[in-house]
Structure formats: C-alpha cells, structure tokens
C-alpha cells in the first residue's frame, strides 16, 4: 500500500514538472494555440503556433515544430501579416529567415558585407535572410496588405522562444539592444549628451510592426514632381545609372549560380539602418547600396518541373537559388487538379513542411510498419509535415484543386521516390524477386505494375475523394 501511495506522488510531480516546463516555454509576449492531443487524424498537423507579434499595423504568428528524431533537422513557419503603409522595424534575429511573398509587395532593406542594400519584392518573390542580418520590411502598398510566409530556424538563444529578436530601432517598447547599456557608455559611443540620447530612447513605440507616417510614404513619383527642373534632370540620370548598375548586378548573380558558393557574411550597420527607414534617401544614402546583394527568386516565373492533365508542381535547391546552400533549406509548390493526387511517395533526403495556399482536401501518412500514421482532411491555412523516409500521398477534393508550399530540410535535390505510378519504384525493382516477396507470379506482379500509365500526379479514386469532399467544412472568407 505504501509503495502504491509513494509512486502516485512520484507520477503527480512528473507530471506537473512537465506541465510547469511547457508553460513557460509560451511565457513572456504572445498567444497560443492550444494543442489537440496527437490521434491519426492530426499527427503530422502543425497545430500549435504561438502570437509573436500583435499591433494594429500587423502580426507574426509562428507554428513550432515538434516531432521526429531528436537528430533531425526541424523549422519553424512562420506567418506575418502587414496592414498598408507600415513597417516590421529594423532588427536581427538569431534564425535565418526564407521568406516567400504571398501576397502584396514589399521593400527589404538589409545588411549586405557591411553595405546597406534593398530590394522590392513582389507576389510569388523568395528571398533568405541569414541569421543575424540586419533587416526590415515595409509595406509599401496603400491599400493591399501583405502577407508573408517564412521558415525559421530554431533558435540559438539561450531562451526558449522560437527565435529571439534583437531590435535595432524601437523606444519602450520595443526596447532596442542599445538601451540595455549604460548611459555613460552610449553617451562615449554616440557622442552625444544624455539629454540628446533620453529623447532618442524614450520615444513610445507601438511594437515591432508600426504604422509608417504618410511623410515616409510619399510616392516617388510625387517626390519627383516636386523637384526644380535642373534637379529632375539629375535625378532622371541617377535613375538611369541605378537601373544599368541593377542589370550588371542580375547577370553577376547569374554568373554566381554556376561558380563555387560564396561565403556569406552578415556584419550589419546600424547608423545606415536608421538612415534609411528614417532619414532621407539623398545621393550619400544611396552610394551606399552595395552593387552585388543576393538577387530574389519569384517562384511564379519559374516553369514547372513537372505537369500533366492532373496538376503540376516544382522544387527550387541551392542550385537554383544560391542562398539555400547555406541554410539548408529548399523549396516546392505543387497544385493538384480537383480529384487528383501526389502518388505514394517518399522524401529521402529531408524532412517536408507544407502550407495549404487554397483549396481542401486529404493527406495520408504511413508509418513504418505499413499501419497508418495520419488520414486527415487538410483545407487552406493548414500547417503539415511529413517526417523523412515516411510515405504519405496528397489527395484533392472532388469540388476544388489543392494548392499548398512549402520547405524542405536540405538545399539539395530532394528526388522524392515514388511508390507506385509509371515511374514508380515498383516499375524499378520490377522482377522475380519483388514478385516472391508479394507472394505473387512475376506476370501477376508485371501486370499490377504496369496497369498505371500516369506518373507522379495521378487520378484519385472518385468515390473516396467525394467523401472527404463531404467532411470538408466551407472555407469562410476573412
């Protein structure tokens, strides 16, 4: 009887051991999601995600990442939402960033070898951002929000956060990293009285991502106008001149994609910084934009790798967007047709994270002992992943094609096997042996294997399809 007591009180200080360190894993700022208990129907579903960021100028929702070996490379995705005119303030962060550009457009302004550079990025853009780049981003559409999607790195910190940001600019909140030393010490390094450096620190923030003032938002257009005539003049040819030093930088990328991988460095300034978001672009600011930051990558220009009547999809590595190769990280899109699938496949070489972009339908996990791992509907907005070396397939409902994106753990060409199809790994190992092993005929075997004549995407079973279509609540619009 004693020992029965003991071991209750044993299991009643485990578990609340486990329950205080999950708790303060979502301490400090943010909202979370509460997690479903893992089942078949959400195993491999991304469900709980923590509120990073909340203003009235945006947000960062960011789904952790969990599950898998310990050995295993994991990532984050996160979601960040921008309303018209505002600004992510400039930071650093201890995570290297992917961003993928959803929708809207935004200005990137960045730390390039100690070179302040930018770029405008549009619809469909990728770009990296490497852990402990300085950076910031700006919407600078006047009535379209923008909406990005990122994967993170987990965290090097010595927090527990996902990823910790270092601001760069900020008051109260945020408070800068500059904040935290002393005033004696600021006063030496700027130069500057204590007076000058209380006004500069002590202005109210309204959190990472604030609202830019309509002064900062002026066209360049309506900043053209109203120049003298002389002045119009010099800026139409600095215009020319950047646009021609824009086409030599584009075909020294292009001439990089096919050389030995250059080394990335992340130094970053913080007096260019501030010039830039907060000061006037003249022509000092703009002599110091380096001539060779890395290019952007739109996913929309790029060709498929693969189509066919049922859908289409593509895969972007390192040796189509050099960046990748050094934060590991790759990159796919795939659209099926209402009523198609991704046949039963296989990642070898990394781990799959994926976002439902439209639509709705089914994804089916197997683990590895040929038992079901996960057989859920999917709809958009939804966050899965698919461990390494586990089958799974995609599935579109009957009504409306599925489109979802997505990363991959590895920079190099994932070459997914397929399980069955006409290029399949049945087609590959097709003979006496497999045949035995099925406990069939080699003409029985030749037979099943050869009855597909698609590959990759594939018709799925209508019937089946149709009842998933039923479960499927309507998608409401925001």
């Known amino acids: 009887m004693g020992s029965s007591v003991t071991l209750?009180?044993?299991?009643?200080?485990?578990?609340?051991g486990v329950t205080v360190t999950m708790g303060r894993f979502w301490s400090t700022e943010g909202e979370e999601r509460k997690e479903d208990p893992p089942t078949p129907d959400n195993l491999f579903l991304m469900k709980k995600s923590k509120l990073v960021i909340k203003t009235s100028a945006g947000k960062m929702r960011v789904f952790e990442s969990y599950g898998g070996k310990a050995s295993e490379r994991h990532l984050h995705i996160g979601f960040i939402t921008m309303e018209p005119k505002s600004l992510f303030i400039p930071q650093y962060i201890d995570?290297?960033?992917?961003?993928?550009?959803?929708?809207?457009e935004a200005k990137l302004g960045f730390v390039n070898k100690g070179k302040l550079a930018r770029r405008r990025l549009k619809m469909g853009?990728?770009?990296?951002?490497?852990?402990?780049?300085?950076?910031?981003?700006?919407?600078?559409?006047?009535?379209?929000?923008?909406?990005?999607?990122?994967?993170?790195?987990?965290?090097?910190?010595?927090?527990d956060d996902v990823f910790q940001s270092f601001y760069i600019g900020g008051g109260l909140h945020p408070a800068p990293v500059l904040a935290g030393f002393e005033h004696e010490i600021l006063e030496?390094?700027?130069?500057?009285?204590?007076?000058?450096?209380?006004?500069?620190?002590?202005?109210?923030?309204?959190?990472?991502?604030?609202?830019?003032?309509?002064?900062?938002?002026?066209?360049?257009w309506t900043e053209f106008l109203q120049l003298e005539e002389e002045e119009k003049l010099?800026?139409?040819?600095?215009?020319?001149?950047?646009?021609?030093?824009?086409?030599?930088?584009?075909?020294e990328d292009?001439?990089?994609?096919?050389?030995?991988?250059?080394?990335?460095?992340?130094?970053?300034?913080w007096r260019k910084l501030l010039e830039s978001v907060f000061g006037e672009e003249n022509k000092n600011t703009r002599e110091m934009i380096t001539k060779r930051p890395p290019r952007t990558y739109n996913l929309y220009d790029r060709k498929p790798?693969?189509?066919?009547?049922?859908?289409?999809?593509?895969?972007?590595?390192?040796?189509?967007?050099?960046?990748?190769?050094?934060?590991?990280?790759?990159?796919?899109?795939?659209?099926?047709?209402?009523?198609?699938?991704?046949?039963?496949?296989?990642?070898?070489?990394?781990?799959?994270?994926?976002?439902?972009?439209?639509?709705?339908?089914?994804?089916?996990?197997?683990?590895?002992?040929?038992s079901n791992a996960m057989d859920t509907q999917i709809k958009e907005g939804d966050v899965f992943f698919i461990p390494r070396y586990y089958a799974f397939c995609q599935i579109a409902s009957n009504g409306e094609p599925l489109e979802f994106f997505g990363f991959t753990t590895s920079a190099q060409k994932n070459r997914p096997i397929f399980l069955v199809g006409a290029t399949s790994l049945i087609r590959t190992m097709m003979g006496p042996e497999l045949a035995t092993?099925?406990?069939?005929?080699?003409?029985?075997?030749?037979?099943?294997?050869?009855?597909?004549?698609?590959?990759?995407i594939l018709p799925a079973p209508h019937q089946e399809v149709q009842v998933v279509v039923d479960a499927v609540p309507k998608l409401s619009k925001e």
């Open 305 to 370: 790798d693969f189509q066919n009547t049922y859908g289409w999809s593509i895969a972007v590595d390192g040796s189509h967007y050099h960046p990748l190769r050094s934060s590991g990280v790759g990159i796919y899109h795939v659209n099926l047709s209402a009523g198609s699938m991704m046949a039963p496949h296989v990642n070898p070489r990394a781990t799959e994270y994926g976002i439902v972009l439209k639509g709705s339908g089914r994804i089916q996990v197997v683990f590895p002992d040929g």
């Open 8 to 16: 209750l009180i044993l299991l009643f200080v485990l578990c609340h």
């Open 125 to 159: 853009d990728v770009y990296q951002i490497p852990a402990g780049s300085a950076f910031y981003i700006v919407n600078i559409e006047g009535g379209q929000k923008l909406h990005i999607i990122c994967s993170i790195e987990p965290s090097e910190s010595l927090g």
């Open 188 to 220: 030496a390094s700027f130069n500057v009285s204590g007076e000058e450096l209380r006004k500069f620190f002590t202005k109210k923030h309204g959190g990472a991502i604030v609202h830019v003032r309509d002064s900062h938002a002026t066209s360049i």
């Open 95 to 104: 995570s290297t960033l992917i961003i993928f550009v959803r929708s809207g």
């Open 254 to 269: 292009e001439d990089e994609e096919s050389g030995d991988e250059e080394e990335q460095q992340t130094s970053w300034s």
């Open 437 to 456: 092993a099925f406990g069939v005929s080699e003409k029985t075997m030749r037979s099943m294997a050869k009855a597909q004549h698609e590959a990759v």
């Open 234 to 251: 010099q800026h139409l040819n600095e215009m020319v001149q950047q646009r021609q030093e824009n086409v030599e930088m584009e075909k």
